[in-house]
């Protein structure tokens, strides 16, 4: 029943696709995960760049006097 499957394989032009749609994945795969790697390193990176809000020195009021302001 699956003796097409070793006739299949033996030819050139089969082994030439198998080859290029195996290529296309691992090469798919790579970029997919670079691209995941590098939008994890931002997001970590941004992450740290914001203060706690448990440090006394970040955790002031913050007021703005809105009657100085001029509408000119």
Known sequence: MASW???AFSSHKVQLAVTAVASGVVV???????QNA?????VQDLKDSIPMLRDDK?????TRN?????CD
């Open 5 to 7: 499957l070793p006739d």
């Open 66 to 70: 809105l009657k100085s302001q001029s």
């Open 38 to 42: 590098g939008r994890l390193y931002k």
């Open 58 to 62: 970040h955790t002031g009021k913050v």
């Open 28 to 34: 798919g795969g790579a970029i997919i995960g670079l």
